[in-house]
């Protein structure tokens, strides 16, 4: 235990360097936090989880694949030593007390310099919380103050329930929660609530990030990442590992982008613990489709413009024997489109709504990182969007929007 207690100060970290040693689940955790803070991340480890390697690609974070040297230290102002092994956490941390850099240890505390809190935020208030070294009882006092913060009176927070199999065994509650477009403010309250309350939180790569951060130290967070032409979990497997934690009595939390039944493979969840004789229960989440134009300014319908929207995945293109689309019908619709997961596949499906009688005018905006502080906004007409996207270099994720609601909300433009 420290002969003093921590003294409380909040670090301005825009800009600065910010070493992270370790790439796997504390990595994962308090990454987002930091780049939140406009910190310049560097991850220094040999190999890294697939949600990091998403970072990485994305030129969010660095990363030196590589073991630690002292010399990765070198004009950083913050460091978080978070591999598995106690005698690397041990010269990360010398290696900073050398340079007077304060250091954070994910093995013991104790033999750190700096602590991390239980964190939160209501607005531009940053709630953060040390209970010497007491994770649990830190995020539960965080929760009552925010609670305090957002009602005007302190509560206690809810646990999530726990149920019982229908062959009488005791068994953890499964909760599917749809973390909405990205922005950690736009998740539910009940949506927060039931992750602060998990004992597992299994997460996808797209689910808001910064809220891992907020998590007790002692919630398992189960990595199922899915990067575009990288390493999947496969559905079956994510399916397995929810049950399985589940009939461990474990209050368990399937954390995915969006809205958990738009594009979401929620259902095939819900199938696969009622199969699994496992009680489960859905937190919806905001629908990208509808709230990513919706937070750049861009209505889905608008009154005397468009009577209707429809939204198509774009994740196979037209003419494709996997296709459920009927796009020449969609063509035929004067009402908005709204395309999700469609980056790669956009050129043809212009091509085919082109043929399908559609307007080669048709305003069409590509909404990259939406609700993100990345967020921008890329617009086109269907003509020209297969050189729009290229010349702007658009990458996923990214809400497609096609129609006169775009007009609408950028006359200037057309």
């Not at 003093?4 to 670090?11: E, M, N």
């Not at 063509?331 to 999700?340: H, I, P, R, S």
């Not at 305003?363 to 993100?372: F, N, R, Y």
């Not at 003509?383 to 609408?408: C, F, K, N, S, W």
Request: proline share 7%.
């Amino acid at each position: 235990m420290a002969a003093h207690p921590p003294y409380p100060s909040g670090l301005i970290l825009t800009g600065r360097r910010v070493v992270v040693v370790g790439g796997g689940h504390v990595a994962q955790r308090r990454i987002p936090a930091l780049l939140a803070a406009g910190a310049e991340v560097v991850v220094v480890s040999p190999h890294v989880r697939p949600a990091i390697e998403g970072l990485v690609g994305a030129g969010e974070v660095s990363w030196r694949a590589g073991r630690f040297e002292p010399s990765d230290l070198d004009d950083a102002w913050y460091v978080i030593a978070a591999t598995q092994r106690a005698e690397v956490n041990e010269a990360v941390s010398a290696a900073a007390e050398q340079r007077r850099i304060f250091c954070v240890r994910s093995d013991d505390a104790a033999l750190a310099s700096a602590w991390t809190p239980a964190t939160g935020r209501d607005g531009e208030v940053t709630i953060a919380v040390l209970s010497n070294r007491h994770p649990r009882r830190s995020a539960a006092l965080r929760d009552q103050i925010l609670d305090g913060l957002r009602s005007g009176a302190l509560g206690v927070r809810e646990e999530a329930p726990q149920g019982a199999a229908p062959d009488g065994m005791a068994t953890g509650l499964v909760t599917l929660v749809g973390g909405g477009p990205g922005d950690p403010d736009l998740v539910s309250v009940a949506g927060r609530k039931a992750l602060m309350a998990a004992d597992v939180v299994i997460a996808d790569r797209l689910a808001p990030r910064e809220l891992l951060s907020e998590l007790p130290a002692d919630v398992e967070l189960v990595d199922v990442a899915k990067l575009p032409r990288g390493r999947s979990a496969q559905q079956e497997e994510i399916n397995r590992l929810i049950v399985e934690a589940a009939r461990g009595g474990r209050s368990v939390v399937r954390f995915k982008g969006g809205d958990n039944f738009v594009f979401g493979r929620g259902y095939e969840e819900i199938l696969a613990c009622r199969e699994a004789g496992v009680p489960v229960r859905v937190i919806p989440g905001l629908t990208s489709p509808v709230t990513v134009p919706g937070v750049a300014g861009i209505p889905v319908t608008h009154r005397g413009v468009t009577h209707e929207f429809t939204v198509v995945s774009g994740h196979v293109p037209p003419g494709h024997p996997d296709s459920l689309t009927n796009w020449s019908a969609l063509a035929g619709l004067n009402g908005t489109v709204v395309l999700m997961m469609a980056v790669e596949n956009a050129p043809a499906i212009a091509t085919a709504l082109l043929a399908g009688g559609r307007d080669a005018e048709t305003p069409v905006a590509v909404i990259c990182d939406g609700t993100m502080p990345t967020e921008r906004t890329v617009l086109a007409t269907l003509g020209t969007l297969a050189d729009r996207l290229a010349a702007e270099a658009v990458r996923p994720p990214a809400v497609i929007v096609i129609g006169e609601v775009v007009r609408v909300a950028h006359p200037e433009a057309y």
